[in-house]
């Protein structure tokens, strides 16, 4: 059983509370974000090896590789999320109400 003034003492302590629809966008773009920093990141760092293999700065070519390839999976990874999430909102879209 909830004790209605435990929750009054949370809230008060986590800040103002935020209705559930505000804070689940709220934190998904936060998510989003992190997710899109991290895929230009693994994209940035593949070009960088890249060019420091072809500039003879690294020797190993396998490094090269699996890093051009995780980047090119992180890549396919995120065009098959959004594509999903398109489909999900074209189908809540032709919803009849």
């Known amino acids: 059983m ?3 003034t435990a ?3 949370f ?3 986590e800040g103002p509370a935020k209705s559930g629809a505000a804070q689940l966008a709220t934190s998904f773009g936060e998510l989003l ?3 899109l ?3 230009n990141d693994s994209q940035k760092q593949a070009d960088r090896l890249t060019l420091q293999y072809l500039a003879g700065q690294v020797q190993d070519l396998h490094q090269v590789t699996l890093a051009l390839e995780q980047a090119s999976l992180s890549l396919q990874l995120a065009v098959q999320v959004r594509n999903k999430v398109l489909e999900a909102y ?3 879209f032709r919803m009849q109400l």
């Open 90 to 92: 074209q189908e809540i």
């Open 7 to 9: 929750g009054k003492a």
């Open 37 to 39: 920093r991290e895929l």
């Open 2 to 4: 909830l004790i209605p």
């Open 11 to 13: 809230q008060e302590r």
């Open 33 to 35: 974000s992190a997710k």
